[in-house]
């Protein structure tokens, strides 16, 4: 039963370490997803089934350092929330806040953006504390290079060449508002944030770095890959375990 | 049996997440160790049982970004080595480089100091990313004020106010390098060196700092602690979760 009172909804704010989940949208055979863990933890708290919308979907194995999701009223003050739904999450899942938002407030129609970061260990050694929370990349990579070509993703444009095949959506237009790429010791990290992303965008644009860095590509190389409109002369879909979700605007 | 080619050994510097682990030493009842997992993939490597020897004991939970064990020698180039073990260890950890030292060298005897952290994640909320690596505490830190009484922690003392009861060690004199305490954002960090450690000496200091954030102990509070020689006047032994061994000096 879905309890709905007028007038108000919780807008809640998560992070999740996505490597024991399914992704975070609800499957139906069953497998653990946020999603599903989220609505097991509200109705522990509150008694009652409320289904919760999240910002977007995330696959299996991404992360989120903020994820957006909205439910109906519970009663319980938004101050004492994300430590009682604390208490019955598992420890990869965290509610970081919860505010009461106006009934027309929609998680994913709402979201006028997202940021994602995609973070790349550059390093022959793998580094025991971020296993399965980054891609790893034993070849040196010249990350001045590749700060020369991020430029060529901004702006409005058609990006097919950088979804999944298969994927049914028509309008492939999104509008990339920034998109940079920089090092921190090993690790390399490209930060975009766009109006949308099309399915595996960010994980194919990383792809296409990790491309670049191997072949050398210019800017104009880029912008070409952008215009061949080809999934094929883009780079492989880079692992899901490198990409966070880091924030979502409203 | 054991391989032993005069006039060299090896020494291996690794990392550890010691979530997984019953801490470094082999146990009778064969829970699982860093060091019998080592031994291990050494034994995949080069199909001899040589056994490794730890700069010191870790307990269980206790974490490690950078721990130096040394073996005898093994018919495989030091440069190819770690990649090479790497591929029979677990995620958990990683040989970060390894080294032939003169036969003389031994990991725990030509140690002449170590660097330890302690992490505590100040914040009501718990990070998904950092459970099982830092210590949560979530009632404000007052770091400036720790900063203070860090120094009193400094030079050579008898420490045996923080050495866990029960334990058989006569000389309790340590000489403490550096003490210090920070933070960056919600994270409070410890940082302190010493010629050598007591048994949960660090893990009791860090209880200390939370005792004195609770108390607003001043620096002559702590100096009559250290003074007092009694375990009960120091704070409670903080959790193995929160605890890096950072450096080893040689």
Redesign the interface.
């Known amino acids: 039963m879905t309890e709905k009172l007028d007038g108000a909804k919780i807008k809640l704010t998560l992070?999740?370490?996505g490597s024991d989940f399914h992704g975070w949208q609800v499957q139906k055979g069953g497998d653990i997803t946020v999603q599903s863990t989220l609505q097991e933890a509200i109705f522990k708290v509150c008694g009652k089934n409320l289904p919760v919308t999240g910002c977007s979907r995330t696959d299996a194995g991404v992360?989120a350092n903020e994820f957006v999701c909205h439910t109906d009223m519970i009663n319980i003050p938004c101050e004492k929330l994300?430590?009682a739904l604390?208490t019955h999450l598992p420890?990869?899942?965290?509610?970081?806040?919860a505010q009461m938002v106006p009934f027309d407030f929609h998680a994913r129609y709402s979201c006028i953006g997202k940021e994602y970061i995609y973070k790349i260990l550059n390093s022959?050694?793998?580094?025991?504390?971020l296993?399965?929370?980054v891609m790893q990349y034993p070849r040196p990579i010249d990350v001045d290079a590749l700060c020369a070509i991020a430029p060529a993703f901004c702006g409005k444009k058609d990006f097919c060449a950088f979804m999944a095949q298969g994927s049914k959506i028509v309008d492939t237009v999104r509008t990339v508002k920034y998109c940079e790429i920089f090092r921190e010791g090993d690790m390399v990290t490209l930060r975009i944030a766009a109006d949308g992303f099309l399915y595996n965008m960010v994980r194919i644009i990383a792809g296409t770095f990790i491309l670049a860095a191997e072949k050398g590509f210019s800017a104009g190389d880029i912008k070409d890959i952008i215009a061949s409109h080809e999934r094929c002369r883009a780079g492989a879909t880079a692992p899901a375990c490198g990409l966070y979700l880091n924030k979502v605007f409203y």
């Not at 420890?91 to 806040?97: F, G, N, P």
């Not at 022959?124 to 504390?129: A, L, S």
């Open positions: 992070a999740y370490d992360h994300p430590i604390n420890r990869s899942v965290a509610v970081k806040s022959k050694i793998r580094d025991p504390f296993c399965g929370r």
